[in-house]
Nanobody, 127 residues
Framework: QVQLVESGGGLVQAGGSLRLSCAAS????????MAWFRQAPGKEREFVAG????????RYADSAKGRFTISRDSAKNTVYLQMNSLKPEDTAVYYC????????????????????WGQGNQVTVSS
């Protein structure tokens, strides 16, 4: 099992930036693809961004492309989501998650691919 603890959310004005962090413990972080999902009120949880276990591949939802950047620091067992040019529609609870399998070739975008989830971190973007 892996434990994931998110931080860095909060309230920001439209056009502003936030960086989310997700610290992992409990298993070999460097072997697992990591992802960020989000869930807005009344909506289903959706994929935002993912990064392969070796950092060699990233994947973004269309809504995140050009504005968000996912990265990882294996020395710190931490994955980050840098969010720029935030919009009110980015308001949601953001979750980080770890792939259920290690050393996967492709970054998955579905919830079923991920077996460990953080507690969620609220991001609110005001207009």
């Amino acid at each position: 099992q892996v434990q994931l603890v998110e931080s860095g959310g909060g309230l920001v004005q439209a056009g502003g930036s936030l960086r989310l962090s997700c610290a992992a413990s409990g298993r070999t972080f460097s072997a697992y693809t990591m992802a960020w999902f989000r869930q807005a009120p009344g909506k289903e949880r959706e994929f935002v961004a993912g990064i392969r276990w070796d950092g060699g591949s990233t994947r973004y939802a269309d809504s995140a492309k050009g504005r968000f950047t996912i990265s990882r620091d294996s020395a710190k067992n931490t994955v980050y989501l840098q969010m720029n040019s935030l919009k009110p529609e980015d308001t949601a609870v953001y979750y980080c998650a770890a792939d259920r399998n290690g050393y996967t070739k492709v970054v998955g975008t579905t919830m079923e691919r991920y077996t460990n989830w953080g507690q969620g971190n609220q991001v609110t973007v005001s207009s």
